[in-house]
Nanobody, 121 residues
Framework: QVQLVESGGGLVQAGGSLRLSCAAS????????MGWYRQAPGKQRELVAS???????NYADSAKGRFTISRDNAKNTMYLQMNSLKPEDTALYYC???????????????WGQGTQVTVSS
């Protein structure tokens, strides 16, 4: 069993900040990549930012310069610092992990339940 638990969402005014956390637990051998995705009502889920085990990061254009993704490999925890939030950032934010549960196992995708971020204008 693998669990991804997100926290840190909430309601914030435009221009404010939030910090999301995602803790992975369970039977995990290694985590290749972790990422944050979001889905707004009526829209498709989209990548916000991702980070691989070596620390390299990737951001959606909408997140560049405002969001920072980071990771604590020892704790299997990922963070997303979101600054200068805009109403269009309002969405359900999901944690994703591409991980191996066993040494010889193939990596698989796992998802959290999501945490709501609402930015008021």
């Amino acid at each position: 069993q693998v669990q991804l638990v997100e926290s840190g969402g909430g309601l914030v005014q435009a221009g404010g900040s939030l910090r999301l956390s995602c803790a992975a637990s369970g039977s995990i051998f290694s985590i290749n990549r972790m990422g944050w995705y979001r889905q707004a009502p009526g829209k498709q889920r989209e990548l916000v930012a991702s980070i691989i085990s070596g620390g390299s990061t990737n951001y959606a254009d909408s997140a560049k310069g405002r969001f920072t993704i980071s990771r604590d490999n020892a704790k299997n925890t990922m963070y997303l610092q979101m600054n200068s939030l805009k109403p269009e950032d309002t969405a359900l934010y999901y944690c994703n992990a591409y991980l191996r549960r066993r040494v010889a196992g193939a990596p698989e995708d796992y998802w959290g339940q999501g945490t709501q971020v609402t930015v008021s204008s």
